[in-house]
């Protein structure tokens, strides 16, 4: 009766029937197993009715199998096959289409029914396979119906299956007791095929072909790899299908494009695409991982707050046992060297702007005992001028220095010059010059996070609800979920750069304080010794730190082709300050401004942005870009070589040519300022030759190639002013001798794990995941993770090396302190 019926209502829906025509209908007890070899035309229907014992403790697949044997393209066999709580139809040629519509036709095609749960402990059930077409012509075809005996998933252990466009393959997997998270890993020895790895709720229908596998559940491409971290609390019915389908074409996977038809209705012959691949259902960690993984991540770092404090207080110990030594209680002013003077100068010029020699000042003060004229001075007058309001100071108000333009150029371009050169003008313009850059980052910093963290929850909500695994470049083999958030080991690992650079500037902040309070007793030392103090970089490079890690962090919750500036933006400042902070300990004076240097900076990032979106093999582009770095390059040199005397107007080019002729040309003299002549060249030759690489190879990761491009150049100088420091006589203190030996270790093995490679987004998510790899730390942190922990410590070490470098001259008087 029920086949009577479904064949009155598929002849009234397809309306192919003249009136009055009667169709032959043959309903046949088919048996599981066999193979049925029969003809089929308009004039017929062969319906195969089939019963099976459904077992609620056991499930077990049913798989139909349908091969025509007629090129009968234009008239398809329709199956339909009828269970009892659903309904699958496909018509046998199979036409599957690809990218711009090409169209791949399969005569052979294999499906799995969805199994429908029962609530009795067993029973039997019907389905029936309905045959028919409306072709004239007779078209042979076989049929075969067999059980999958292996349709359920064990956990831990390997299943191979073969799988192709037009025989899709899936099974179920049941969450054990005491096991809420699972990662289910998908493995083939072939690269292609492309296939599409899908897991979905249990119910009707299974979305298992090309065209509608998308349309429910979580699903990612995948080429040799693929790995999926499934949660019980998603999947009502503890169990779920593990959907596997090989797509039409590879395009998607990174594969070669198909040639594009001459006729738009031209068939393509797919060609052998059957791939043959493993899945493995394993327990993912349970909660005390996750805790103990935090717990690790917070000990590493609050362990260099507890180390950092330990340092402090035995320095404060030994400082106080040095005061002791050298200035007894019973010595007065006079005798222990304290000389009072203006806290608003690094050194006591005279009217005709000349350097006043700290060394006078203490012979006379120590040769009479009643010669104290100049330093009647109390304290309490120098506390109240140090409390005058800053706000009323401005750079561009007045020159600090007595001599006019014309001066400067005679002093900064002296063959020789000290410290005390670079370092005339007023410290209160200087310190409020240098705390901009810590506020215009920290604006920066708050008008950059905001959006980016809307934008990423916003990605990681889509990728929720669309179940789309191709969105983020993850490492899916340890990808361990927290809540909404996909990979919170990665997120977590970023913590290390929050609270390092926290402490840095903690640690700054002290030696403000402490700085401060000397001026404001008006210790010698603080004022007419050592490297100037100035603080404002330091606490940029603390909050650039800090930053990074947020922003990382951020990158990491879902990192792709779209948003990968957010994980090096804070890179480019951080290199570019701290080369900035570099240059200031000896220049002073002359260090570029906020507003110049961040200008920079932004446009560093613009071309990061635009090397990604049009520099993949683009020969103009790269041109351009390589172009411009090389004048670049040459720009700054000159600005460094001349000490910034060096106009750049419209009479430009005629000077150049001028020395050229008078230097190199009528008497051939060497370089006047040697030292900085050997920085600049070198500098010239690495900015040239990696100009030249990327030019000839054009490479993918062009923000990777920028930022190799600012590390190879802060090194470069970084070295350059180690090597020029002990050239000069000067020595490194134990503690930054130290900070550098640690950084440089840390650094190679961060370096080490940097190039593990675990994902990258400049291939295909498909291409990206053959990267993957597993956890090799706690079980709970990847190769990547293990690179944060290590580049935040090197990071952090680094700064304190540029903060505690020039620890040794803070008893050395400026004009005795080379400039290089």
């Known amino acids: 009766m029920c086949s009577l019926l479904w064949l009155c209502v598929t002849q009234f829906i397809c309306g192919s029937e003249a009136v009055g025509e009667t169709k032959n209908v043959v309903q046949k007890d088919a048996e599981f197993d066999v193979t049925y070899n029969d003809t089929v035309t308009s004039e017929n229907q062969t319906i195969y009715a089939f019963n099976h014992t459904v077992s ?28 009892k709580q659903a309904v699958l139809s496909f018509q046998v040629p199979l036409i599957l289409r690809g990218l711009y519509q090409r169209k791949y036709p399969y005569n052979h095609l294999g499906r799995t029914l969805c199994q429908p749960p029962t609530r009795a402990a067993s029973e039997t059930q019907y389905f029936f396979v309905d045959v028919s077409t409306l072709s004239s012509q007779g078209t042979n075809y076989q049929l075969r119906v067999s059980r999958v005996e292996s349709f359920t998933l064990q956990t831990d252990k390997k299943f191979s299956f073969t799988a192709s466009p037009s025989q899709p393959q899936y099974f179920k997997y049941v969450f054990p007791d005491g096991v809420d998270t699972v990662i289910v890993k998908v493995n083939s020895d072939m690269t292609f095929p492309c296939s599409v790895m899908s897991v979905q709720d249990i119910q009707c229908p ?43 074409e590879d395009e998607a996977c990174g594969g070669p494009l198909r040639f594009y038809p001459l006729r738009p209705d031209e068939l393509i012959d797919a060609g052998n695409r059957t791939k043959v691949i493993d899945v493995v259902v394993s327990p993912a960690i349970n909660s005390e991982v996750y805790v103990m993984g935090m717990l690790f991540c917070l000990g590493i770092f609050l362990s260099f707050y507890l180390l950092t404090l330990l340092v402090a207080c035995l320095e404060n110990r030994m400082k106080k046992r040095r005061e002791v030594f050298l200035n007894p209680a019973d010595m007065s002013p006079a005798e222990t060297g304290k000389t009072p003077a203006s806290p608003y100068e690094y050194g006591s010029f005279a009217d005709n702007g000349s350097t006043l020699s700290s060394e006078a000042i203490t012979d006379s003060a120590t040769s009479t005992d009643n010669n104290y004229g100049y330093m009647e001075r109390s304290l309490e007058s120098v506390g109240r001028s140090r409390q005058e309001s800053l706000s009323s100071v401005e750079e561009d108000d007045y020159d600090t220095l007595d001599d006019i333009d014309s001066d400067k150029n005679i002093v900064r371009t002296k063959k020789f010059l000290c410290v005390s050169d670079l370092a005339r003008k007023d410290k209160r313009i200087l310190s409020k010059k240098y705390q901009i850059y810590f506020w215009n980052i920290a604006t920066i910093a708050v008008f950059y996070a905001l959006p980016v963290i809307q934008l990423v929850i916003t990605y990681q909500t889509v990728v929720n609800v669309t179940g789309n695994q191709d969105i983020c470049f993850y490492n899916f083999l340890c990808a361990h979920p927290l809540g909404a958030l996909s990979a919170f080991n990665n997120l977590l690992s970023n913590l290390g750069y929050v609270m390092l650079g926290l402490l840095f500037l903690l640690i700054v902040l002290k030696r403000d304080i402490v700085h401060n309070r000397a001026l404001v007793r008006n210790d010698l030392n603080a004022l007419e010794c050592g490297i100037p103090k100035h603080f404002g970089l330091f606490y940029a490079m603390g909050t650039a730190l800090m930053m990074e890690g947020l922003l990382s962090a951020c990158y990491h919750v879902c990192p792709n082709y779209t948003n990968f500036q957010f994980d090096t933006s804070f890179m480019y400042m951080i290199a570019g300050l701290c080369m900035l902070k570099l240059y200031q300990k000896r220049h002073p004076d002359i260090n570029a401004s906020a507003y110049t240097a961040y200008a920079c900076l932004a ?18 582009f790269w041109i351009v870009f390589s172009v411009i770095h090389i004048l670049a390059t040459l720009l700054l040199s000159t600005q460094l070589y001349y000490m910034g005397r060096w106009r750049f107007d419209s009479g430009v080019l005629r000077r150049i040519v001028y020395v050229i002729y008078t230097d190199c040309i009528r008497q051939c003299s060497g370089p006047m300022y040697i030292d900085r002549m050997v920085l600049l060249v070198m500098g010239n030759i690495v900015n040239w030759s990696l100009a030249a690489y990327g030019l000839i190879e054009r490479p993918n990761d062009f923000a990777s190639y920028l930022l190799a491009i600012a590390i190879c150049n802060l090194l470069l100088y970084f070295a ?49 995941r053959e990267h993957n790899r597993d956890c090799i730390l706690l079980s709970f942190f990847d190769d990547h993770d293990i690179w944060h922990f290590l580049s935040s410590i090197a990071m952090f070490g680094s700064f304190l090396v540029l903060l505690t470098m020039d620890d040794d001259l803070d008893t050395v008087q400026r004009d005795k302190i080379f400039v290089f």
Do not use: H
């Not at 509608?212 to 499934?230: E, L």
């Open 56 to 83: 609620r403790n056991k499930t077990e697949g049913v798989r139909v199998s349908v091969d025509v044997l007629s090129q009968g393209f234009e008239s398809p066999i329709l199956f339909v096959v009828r269970q």
């Open 603 to 620: 446009a560093v990032i613009f071309f990061s942005v635009l090397g990604v979106v049009f520099g993949k093999g683009n020969m103009v």
């Open 720 to 768: 350059f002013y180690i090597i020029m420091k002990l050239r000069s006589g000067e020595r490194i203190k134990c503690l930054p001798l130290v900070c550098i030996l640690f950084t440089a270790v840390v650094w190679g093995f961060a370096l080490y794990f940097f190039f593990q490679g675990l994902s990258t987004w400049q291939k295909t998510p498909a291409e990206s």
């Open 206 to 248: 299974v979305y298992d072909l090309d065209n509608n596998v998308a349309f429910i559940g979580m699903y990612q491409t995948m080429t040799k790899k693929g790995a999926i971290t499934v949660q019980r609390k998603d999947f009502p019915s503890n169990s779920f299908y593990v959907v596997v389908v090989v797509k039409t």
